[in-house]
């Protein structure tokens, strides 16, 4: 299984930016769709963004024009540049590896390699 790792949480003001990277175990960047998600306490995950092996990506209403994802197949690294962050945005954040070429929405059980995560938290 996919092994991943991600990176680049930590405490940030109300409208700061932060940079989460994830890092994979092997090369999967063009055979996979790459995902992030998110979590509170009480809360289901929540899909933020994925992108595909072409590089398309799709967004959450909650975080469009806010968030950005990319990657570096090279460098085998999925990030997720955040912008404008505010205190809803606090929860832990979560990469994940879809076993797809195209990315079918952001729908947990369709993703089955996961990321430890990485806390991230907005004061204001």
């Known amino acids: 299984q996919v092994q991943l790792v991600e990176s680049g949480g930590g405490p940030v003001q109300d409208g700061g930016s932060l940079k989460l990277s994830c890092v994979a175990s092997?090369?999967?960047?063009?055979?996979?769709?790459m995902g992030w998600f998110r979590e509170t306490p009480g809360k289901e995950r929540e899909g933020l963004a994925s992108?595909?092996?072409?590089?398309?990506?799709t967004y959450a209403d909650s975080v469009k024009g806010r968030f950005a994802i990319s990657k570096d197949s090279a460098k085998r690294t999925l990030y997720l540049q955040m912008n404008n962050l505010k205190p809803e945005d606090t929860a832990t954040y979560y990469c994940?590896?879809?076993?797809?070429?195209?990315?079918?929405?952001?729908?947990?059980?369709?993703?089955?390699?996961w990321g430890q995560g990485t806390q991230v938290t907005v004061s204001s």
């Open positions: 994940a590896a879809a076993p797809s070429l195209i990315c079918y929405g952001l729908h947990t059980d369709d993703f089955l390699s």
């Open positions: 092997e090369y999967i960047y063009e055979d996979y769709c």
């Open positions: 992108i595909n092996y072409e590089g398309d990506t």
